[in-house]
């Protein structure tokens, strides 16, 4: 069974830039359709962004799109977002899964954007 662990966030002002990377071990993602999810305190998980098996097919919610970027490095079983031009709205525990996503989820990373 896949094991996701999500690193990278931490409290940013608006306007910041962070990149969460996620880890994956026990099995490889190279052929996945991968996603990043966050979900913010009393609403429910939300999709932000798709990356294709390939790196290519890239798909963002409305929310993010032109402020963040998913990529992944295949040969390090890895994949990240690029979150810039950060707004306290997307304040949110961010995961990374398949897509669609299984039923294993790593705990988190936490991103903060205040001033």
């Known amino acids: 069974q896949v094991q996701l662990v999500e690193s990278g966030g931490g409290l940013v002002q608006p306007g910041g830039s962070l990149r969460l990377s996620c880890a994956a071990s026990?099995?490889?993602?190279?052929?996945?359709?991968m996603a990043w999810w966050r979900q913010a305190p009393g609403k429910e998980r939300e999709l932000v962004a798709s990356?294709?098996?390939?790196?290519?097919?890239?798909v963002y919610a409305d929310s993010v799109k032109g402020r963040f970027t998913a990529s992944r490095d295949n040969a390090k079983n890895t994949v990240y977002l690029q979150m810039n031009s950060l707004k306290p709205e997307d304040t949110a525990v961010y995961y990374c899964?398949?897509?669609?996503?299984?039923?294993?989820w790593g705990q988190g990373t936490q991103v903060t954007v205040s001033s």
């Open positions: 026990g099995r490889t993602l190279n052929i996945y359709t």
């Open positions: 990356i294709g098996w390939n790196g290519y097919s890239r």
């Open positions: 899964n398949t897509y669609p996503p299984g039923d294993s």
